[in-house]
């Protein structure tokens, strides 16, 4: 029977740490490419459904598709999506949108948003967070308002404009927030 030392134990770990954290870093899957196919197909839906969105589309500085984020809740509940941030068409880096909340709750539902950054300085301020949070500067317009939309009005009131729209589900009110918003490597 052998004794590993301590300094046996320790290199070894050292050795192996590299392999284990590479495990999961997403190099090499096809997840992005799966995120990028949903955003377009959400994208289609949304300016097939609600033209006027087209129009602050091409006046915004970027585009956070989440084609997808289920939440659920019995009294505690929280909520989960990823997607794709896009400037000037072209898919720049992957976000995963999570979600905590505690209340008077019950139910689970799906659905699908986008946030326009309307400014720069919105943008690059999105993209330099660690870990960004929907929030005050947000404006929301959900899927019973979509089709009033217009660039004009929207984009000189909010340096965000978010759309919520495609909900499944028996939870009520979908909002975005307490959302927070974190890069990943998909």
């Not at 899957?29 to 839906?45: E, F, K, P």
Request: glycine fraction near 14%; aromatic fraction near 8%.
């Amino acid at each position: 029977m052998s004794i590993i030392s301590r300094r046996s134990f320790t290199l070894g770990m050292l050795a192996t740490t590299p392999v284990v954290a590479a495990c999961g870093n997403g190099i090499g899957s096809n997840r992005g490419q799966q995120i990028d196919a949903r955003s377009d197909a959400t994208l289609d839906y949304l300016y097939s459904r609600y033209p006027a969105t087209r129009e602050i589309a091409d006046k915004s500085t970027g585009v956070l598709v989440m084609p997808l984020v289920t939440e659920g809740g019995l009294i505690v509940g929280g909520g989960y999506g990823r997607g794709a941030l896009r400037v000037g068409g072209v898919t720049v880096d992957y976000y995963s949108a999570t979600k905590g909340s505690v209340g008077l709750q019950i139910g689970a539902q799906q659905f699908a948003h986008v946030l326009f950054f309307m400014t720069e300085d919105a943008l690059s301020r999105f993209r330099r967070a660690t870990g960004w949070v929907a929030g005050a500067d947000v404006e929301y317009v959900f899927n019973d308002q979509g089709g009033n939309l217009r660039a004009d009005t929207v984009t000189t009131t909010a340096p965000v404009v978010a759309v919520v729209f495609g909900q499944a589900g028996a939870l009520v009110g979908a909002s975005l927030e307490g959302m927070k918003y974190t890069r990943i490597i998909p």
